[in-house]
């Protein structure tokens, strides 16, 4: 077991991720290479066209001089069942109208928050990570989902409650109801269950035209 883990991670690191043997999960690194390339609403257009199909919520919210970008993803990749939470900022305050056309930063190690995921589907455990992070993924090889059968617990500890308020207001602007979600103090908690935004008629009929080809090469069946 100690051999497979070790070629496991020689395979993968290059690609940005690392098995959790425990849990039979993929996640990914804090080097990861994907870091350098930040990340914009022209990434979540462009997924379905690389055989990812996810939910996905971006909240936005202005804090200690910047725009800041926390995202959370859960769908499926390819041939892997898959969450994501994602921590980026842009150099100034944006305007609303500049968010979904501006590529964000992910944040430098000072800035990382203190996270926690637990991804589930329809309510069986897949895998659950804690780590102060920018990038805090869950991936489950050979596992085919539909998204909206999957939920994804979260918790994000911030520095202080500025920001922390500054999050809340963003969350419940994007659609949460106040109370499902849980303060403690500087920390929030709760649970993605579904995206806020609509979904055109023509890209529901090319995400199922996806997830038809993702179903293809998935060796088993849930």
Sequence with gaps: MHFKC???NDLVEPLGYRYDARQDIFTSTEDAWQKQYGYGA???QIA???NM???CQPVYF???GKTWLIEFWKGQYGINTGSEIGIYHADRILSPAARKQTIFSAVSEEEYL???TELNYKGHHIGRLSAPHWWLTIFSMGQFSRPKNLSVNISIRFPDLEMRDAFLDALVQAGYDPCSICV???TVSFTFTSACCSISLPKKIYRSYVQFKNKIFWPGKL
């Design 184 to 186: 403690c103090f500087t």
């Design 48 to 50: 379905p066209h690389l």
């Design 6 to 8: 070790h070629l496991l």
């Design 114 to 116: 203190d996270m926690s």
């Design 53 to 55: 199909i996810f939910d």
């Design 42 to 44: 022209v990434y979540d």
């Design 62 to 64: 202005d804090y200690n």
